[in-house]
């Protein structure tokens, strides 16, 4: 069972970054992968990035790639979202998700067992 508590999230300009984080509770974060999601009004959930339970692979949606990383540090059980030149289509409910570790960085929601309850991001432009 993991538990996943996001925060970070806030109201910014068309160009700032923003860092979110998410906490993960548990004693084997380092056997699960993560990602990040995010669902603006009246859209579906997307896949936003994703990275092993090793941190030694990386996956990116095509919309935030090369603006948005994502890191973790299994020692303090955490996951992050660094955001750069946001704009204002990154508006949406960002939500940390959690998968045991099987080889594959999952674009699919439906493959995460786990969810946090979301952060909100509102990006003006």
């Known amino acids: 069972q993991v538990q996943l508590v996001e925060s970070g999230g806030g109201l910014v300009q068309a160009g700032d970054s923003l860092r979110l984080s998410c906490a993960a509770s548990?004693?084997?974060?380092?056997?699960?992968?993560m990602g990040w999601f995010r669902q603006a009004p009246g859209k579906e959930r997307e896949f936003v990035a994703a990275?092993?339970?090793?941190?030694?692979?990386?996956n990116y949606a095509n919309a935030v790639r090369g603006r948005f990383t994502i890191s973790r540090d299994n020692a303090k059980n955490m996951v992050y979202l660094q955001m750069n030149s946001l704009k204002p289509e990154d508006t949406a409910v960002y939500y940390c998700?959690?998968?045991?570790?099987?080889?594959?960085?999952?674009?699919?929601?439906?493959?995460?067992?786990?969810w946090g309850q979301g952060t909100q991001v509102t990006v003006s432009s």
């Open positions: 548990g004693r084997t974060f380092s056997s699960y992968a």
């Open positions: 998700a959690a998968d045991p570790d099987k080889g594959i960085l999952y674009s699919s929601s439906v493959e995460y067992d786990y």
């Open positions: 990275i092993r339970g090793s941190g030694s692979r990386t």
